[in-house]
């Protein structure tokens, strides 16, 4: 009853300390003086502590970090300015923190919590700064939803694409915050502001202007990701998140919001995140990301056997909830309906599955995505046309996969 | 010991009654702190937070709007922006401003029809709506590796040199916060706001 963890570890010590002078044992734990000679027990990782057969060792006591399997290597693939979610790596829905995507303008600022401001002010009745103790004390919120870049589509003619290549920029976490209109009230924001500017703290001083609405209806300030502080990557130590909406008006290290009755059309809103349309004009604030999926499994560089295979993918809409997700294995010309994983929720990624027996010979297997607005995921060619022939940001293509005769998955352009 | 704990616990209690019963005498008073009650309603205000004063939200309220709205004092010309440029913006994105390999940042306006693969050549010249957003931009995040460095009068001048270079600005002229938000942008007439709306129609 009065056992002290201390006791316990020095119980564990000497354990170790039997073993290791019997030599019985491949260290598990090992000894380390410190400088008051005291000793104390380092542990290995599972890679050092790597044996034939793990009941004959001890293991790896208890850490003070989880670790990944030494087995389990999956990584992000990074360029100059992203980097992707392994998508084909992944199971379920959530995307493991260190995972998500990255996209950023300026590199991942380091910003110490302690000094960290946020400034809101324009057309509001008090404008005022809160540190980031200051935003954890109002009511808090917590939201599974998707975030996905808006230039989220690769293509490639020779097929050696994997899901992570070609829409790696979607990742899905628990953002946890302070709604922004509990922020908007407790500031007095005004009747006639229809638009606000989110302004970011790195290097690049990111920004970009988002309609007042948004922000009443339900864009939170997040400082938590899958149940701890955001990542640097993703916005330490807060960010903006707009479910739903392209992820570069998310805008991370939040750092002033500035409250006006128009957009402030900053260099993002302007030449980068919009598209050339039909009729040769240019569609800007496109903040909705329209419904998509992709089969994940199989997919390349997966090779696969004739038999039973479980089809399976993830699918989310900017919309609302994902209503259904057709799977054909026959080249798009018979469609039908997966098994969506529960819990269906709104503007989230959802996993869905099919059941299919492959019986060997050359085919294409494909996925689209329909959300409870009845919005149908396109092929590229009915976005081409709807386009004018333009690619560009917003881009939500089927993804098809070629199953060649031995078995090798290939990305097919629809 | 046990029985002292046991004694201890009844006065602990007696006392903890005759807490309540003061406060609720209080209450019924009508002393009431509501402040201290347990709710599911909001107040009209938690008092989080501190004013921001207006030196604050001057040191990082930087944005220009299209009406020229923050602006700063001051002029550039396209000469100075020139050698400006050369220095510190040319190894990014070219000698001209057309070579890369960031950027591109000059073009003649009319190639904005003109693709480069099945992406558009984006530039100042055929691409960007607002001419503040230039100065804007520069002045934010400009050059890549010493962002924010640059002075206003730089800024201005490599303003000035761009608008210039993409057939927009007269040489002789000086650009300030006047004449600068005056330019007219080429494409400015081809932006549209978004028009998708839910349902089925793909757009």
Known sequence: MNTTNDKNDSAGIRISRRNLLAGAAAATVVLVQTAQGKAFQAALTQAENMSDDPTKVPGVPPGTLGTRSAFEKPVKAPSDTSSRTPLQDLYGTITPSDLHYERHHGGVPAIDPAKYELVIHGMVDKPMVFTLADLKRFPSVSRTAFLECSGNYRGSNDGKLRPQEICGLVSQSEWTGVKLSTIFREVGVSPKASWFLAEGGDAAVMTRSVPVKKGFDDAIIAYAQNGEAVRPEQGYPARLFLPGWEGNASVKWLRRIELSDAPFMTREETSKYTETVAGGKIRQFSFTMDARSVITYPSYPAKVEAGWIEIRGIAWSGRGKIARVEVSTDAGKSWKTAALQEPILDKAITAFRHLWQWDGNPTEIMSRAVDETGYVQPFLKQLLAARGGNMGYHFNPITAWYVQKDGQVLFKAT | ?203
């Open chain 2, 1 to 203: 010991m046990r029985e002292n704990t046991i004694r201890y616990s009844i006065w602990s209690v007696l006392a903890m009654l005759l807490l309540v019963a003061a406060v609720k005498r209080e209450n019924h008073f009508g002393r009431t702190n509501k402040t201290l009650g347990d709710t599911l309603d909001w107040p009209k205000s938690f008092g989080f937070g501190k004013k921001a004063s207006a030196k604050q939200i001057a040191a990082w309220d930087i944005d220009i709007s299209p009406d020229g709205k923050g602006l700063p004092a001051g002029e550039g010309n396209v000469s100075r922006g020139r050698e400006i440029y050369a220095l510190k913006c040319a190894a990014c994105h070219g000698a001209t401003g057309t070579e890369g390999p960031n950027d591109r940042l000059v073009a003649a306006p009319d190639s904005a029809g003109k693709s480069s693969g099945a992406r558009r050549i984006k530039s100042i010249g055929n691409y960007w709506p607002y001419a503040t957003t230039v100065f804007d931009y520069i002045r934010r995040a400009m050059p890549f590796n010493q962002p924010g460095s640059l002075t206003d009068q730089e800024v201005y001048s490599i303003t000035a040199f761009l608008l210039n270079a993409n057939g927009l600005w007269d040489d002789k002229n000086t650009l300030n916060a006047k004449n600068l938000p005056k330019v007219k942008m080429p494409a400015q007439d081809k932006f549209v706001p978004d028009d998708r709306i839910d349902g089925p129609e793909i757009k």
